[in-house]
Every structure is written in structure tokens, then in C-alpha cells.
């Protein structure tokens, strides 16, 4: 076989690997887009279980408090103090402390959520950045393959008019 067509065959398999690699990096940045995705979508469902759950642990508090603050009327009630005076300061101060605590409960679920969302967030990111890498994969092996098939049909031009291989 001459080495002319052996320099453009080389320079065509040369070209459809650089294409290969390409599509290749392209493919697994994309599974990367996709596995994204789905954290993100796994982030904003764990967002809404940790809203739910403080919301319901708030309410779970608030009850408390109220059974607290039942217990202390009837404890009061027994020991023949009335509401008024001291008996009045702590029920209200036992009331304050019990709603604090129901909100705090959800302040630390809205932080948990948001950090969530946050997290999602930059899933969806990454995600983006993962596509946008595949194709700049896939751009970069064309212009390889163009590379090889140019750089190709110049060695052969080279041999064409000089007969040496260069």
C-alpha cells in the first residue's frame, strides 16, 4: 500500500477518535447533568419532610405548653393560690417560655429548609455547568478532528509534491 492513502487513513482514524473522546466526555458529563438533577430533586423533597417535621414538632411543643400551663393552674388551684400576684407572673412567664421554644423549633426548620433548598440549588448549578462542559467536550474534538484531517491532508500534500514523508 502506498503511503499516501496510509497518511489520510491515519489522519481519518486519528479524527473519528478525537470524535469518540468527545462524545465520549460529552456522555459523562451529561450522566453528571442527570445525577444533578436528581439531588436537587432529592434536596427539595428533603426540604419539604424537614418543614413538615418542624412544623409538627412545633405543635408538638405548643401542647405541651399547654399541659404545662394546665398543670400549673390546677396545681395553683389546689394550693388555694389564685391567678393574680407571683401565680400570674409565672403562668405567664411559663406561657412565654413555651411559645419561644414552639418558635424556635421552627426558626431551626426554616434553616434546615433553606439549607436544603440552598444545596438544591446548587445541584441545579452544577448541573448546568456539567452540560455546558459536555458540549465544550464535543466542540473540542471537532476542532481535533478538523486539527487531524487538516494536518493530515497537509502531509500528504507534502508528500504528494516532494515524495517524502514528512
Known amino acids: 500500500m502506498a503511503a499516501g492513502p496510509l497518511m489520510l487513513a491515519a489522519a481519518a482514524v486519528q479524527a473519528i477518535g478525537a470524535i469518540q473522546a468527545g462524545q465520549a466526555a460529552q456522555d459523562e458529563a451529561n450522566a453528571r447533568a442527570q445525577a444533578n438533577i436528581y439531588n436537587a430533586k432529592v434536596k427539595d423533597m428533603q426540604a419539604g419532610i424537614a418543614r413538615q417535621q418542624a412544623n409538627a ?3 408538638q411543643q405548643r401542647r405541651r405548653g399547654r399541659q404545662l400551663l394546665g398543670k400549673q393552674r390546677v396545681a395553683l388551684a389546689e394550693a388555694g393560690i ?7 407572673d409565672i403562668a405567664e ?7 419561644l421554644d414552639a418558635l424556635t423549633i421552627r426558626y431551626e426548620g426554616d434553616l434546615e429548609s ?24 464535543m466542540r473540542g474534538a471537532y476542532l481535533s478532528a478538523t486539527g487531524a484531517l ?9 508528500y504528494q509534491e516532494t515524495g517524502k514523508i514528512t
Open 57 to 59: 414538632r412545633e405543635e
Open 82 to 88: 389564685g391567678a393574680m400576684g407571683s401565680a400570674l
Open 93 to 99: 412567664e411559663s406561657a412565654t417560655r413555651a411559645e
Open 114 to 137: 433553606r439549607g436544603l433548598l440552598s444545596d438544591a440549588e446548587q445541584e441545579r448549578y452544577e448541573s448546568k455547568v456539567n452540560v455546558m462542559a459536555g458540549k465544550n467536550a
Open 150 to 158: 487538516l494536518s493530515g491532508g497537509a502531509r500528504y500534500y507534502g
